[in-house]
């Protein structure tokens, strides 16, 4: 479910659900391939700003291995 909590001209807030969790915006939303998380961000730190959620791609993140 999508829901609008609140409106400032064209930006607003809203919530939504996945079966994860509820996912506040807006958000950031890091991308989850090998090159961009391998070495550049630890999910420590991705805790520890308070990342709700991660965009992945199975597919980009199993060619990366395998061109490698």
């Given at each position: 479910m999508y829901q609008?909590?609140?409106?400032d001209g064209k930006a607003k807030r809203?919530?939504?659900?996945t079966v994860h969790g509820?996912?506040?915006?807006?958000v950031f939303m890091n991308v989850g391939?090998?090159?961009a998380i391998?070495?550049?961000v630890a999910t420590t730190d991705l805790q520890?700003?308070?990342?709700q959620v991660e965009l992945s791609n199975?597919?980009?993140s199993m060619s990366d291995r395998v061109i490698k």
């Open positions: 609008i909590l609140a409106t809203a919530s939504f659900e509820t996912i506040q915006t807006p391939t090998a090159a391998k070495g550049a520890e700003i308070g990342t199975t597919y980009i």
